[in-house]
């Protein structure tokens, strides 16, 4: 990502160690009041039961259209984990998170699109959104998944070698397309797009797709970054291999690097249908390999643009202190953490205070289309072994500190 110093800073402090446990730098951001209430949310969602009624309601009442239901998805959830229903409104979450020294990754939260009207419109939606970065510079990436650009069905048939009908081929060089138009304007805007990695049985026609902008597009600088899920056994691998390939290919790698969002699924799946399953063994074996990660792309930072996107603190601890220890600048462009907006406060705002490149994700979209985010951040809240959740602890200790 683009640095963004503002004029008016003054030379950096020279940095501490790290502390995440520090709640005071973690929610500066939030005044008293705003704290108690966030306070309140996490505890409602810390409670399994309401967490799985209020899903099933929501869904419900978005299918029913019932006119009541978006004031108290407003007033509850919405705006801990969304910067508003569209861009103009996402404006004063990006004003405080850049008070606060943190970038803002704009994410429309648009899913399961189908209709060519409906995937043009997403389309539309991601260049204004790279119009707004470009004139925005605490917003140096947008977010985009390929699957709000093509039916799932295409990228499944192609990933399974089947011989693509007329109307398929069509569709793909449609998607080729959007996909180039989109890339293409953030690479003359001087903006970057993430592009979202999804499930494994259709992400090899996404990986091609992205290798192929990133030669068209990464030559002088990085505007397109492919994601590599390192709760697959075969990530770490493909990383270093698209490295060398864009080296040999004379263009520079952009990389997000997750965990991975769909272990479940991929796990039923390949049991359901017998294959074996992509998944790593057990979380060990994925966290050694997001480390690896890590260490391979800090490394390589003057060849790979990166982002730790990650709510792991060992792993966002790892990049910080080998950036330190390799005595890179914490500002080079190509280093770079990221958290979900209303999501682990304590380590984005305790990292950027250290001077380093940390982003937001921040979705928005008219509420009932981001029903679905709003769902997986509240189950991800709650707790299942009846603690609190690590998010819930942190404020109450910061409540307690303030002795409000
Ligand atoms: C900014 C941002 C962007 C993201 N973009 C994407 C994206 O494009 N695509 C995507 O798929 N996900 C994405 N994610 C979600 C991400 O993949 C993780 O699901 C989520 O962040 C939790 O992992 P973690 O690194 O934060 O930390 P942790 O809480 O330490 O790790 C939890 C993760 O570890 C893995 N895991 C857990 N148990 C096991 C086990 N038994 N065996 C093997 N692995 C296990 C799973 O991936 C699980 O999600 C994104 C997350 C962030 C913060």
Known sequence: MEPRIKESDPEPEPRQKIDLTNTEIAFS???????????????????PWLVKLG??????????????????????????????????????????????????ILDYGAEGKTSEEEIEGVVEESIKALELAASNNSVPVISCKITAFADNDLLINIQNGKVLSESEKQAMNKLYERLSSICGRASEL??????????????????????????KYN????????????????????????HQAAIAGGYMLGAKLVRGAYMEKERERAQVMGYPSPIQQDKEATDRDFNLAVEYVVQHYESIASCCASHNAGSNLKQAELIEKMGIDPRHPHLNFC???????????????????????????????VIPYLIRRAQENTSVTGEMSRELNFILKEIKRRGI
């Not at 492919?226 to 270093?240: A, F, M």
């Open 29 to 47: 951001h939030k005044s008293n009041s705003e704290l108690k209430s966030t306070a309140r949310l996490f505890k409602l969602m810390n409670r």
């Open 55 to 104: 899903s099933s309601l929501s869904l419900f009442a978005v299918k029913l259209r019932l006119p009541f239901f978006e004031s108290i998805v407003k007033s509850t959830v919405f705006y801990q984990f969304c910067g508003g229903e569209n861009l103009l409104d996402c404006q004063t979450a990006i004003d405080k998170l850049y008070k606060y020294d943190t970038l803002t």
């Open 190 to 215: 001087g903006v970057g797009v993430f592009i979202d990695a999804e499930e494994s049985w259709l992400q090899e026609p996404i990986d091609d797709l992205v290798v192929k902008m990133m030669e």
């Open 219 to 242: 030559k002088e600088r990085v505007a397109v970054y492919n994601t590599y899920q390192l709760y697959r056994h075969d990530k770490l691998e493909q990383l270093k291999k698209d």
């Open 339 to 369: 958290q979900l907006y209303g999501m682990s406060d304590f380590i984005t705002y305790n990292i950027s205070s250290q001077g380093y490149n940390v982003a937001k994700y921040v979705p928005y979209g008219p509420v009932k289309e």
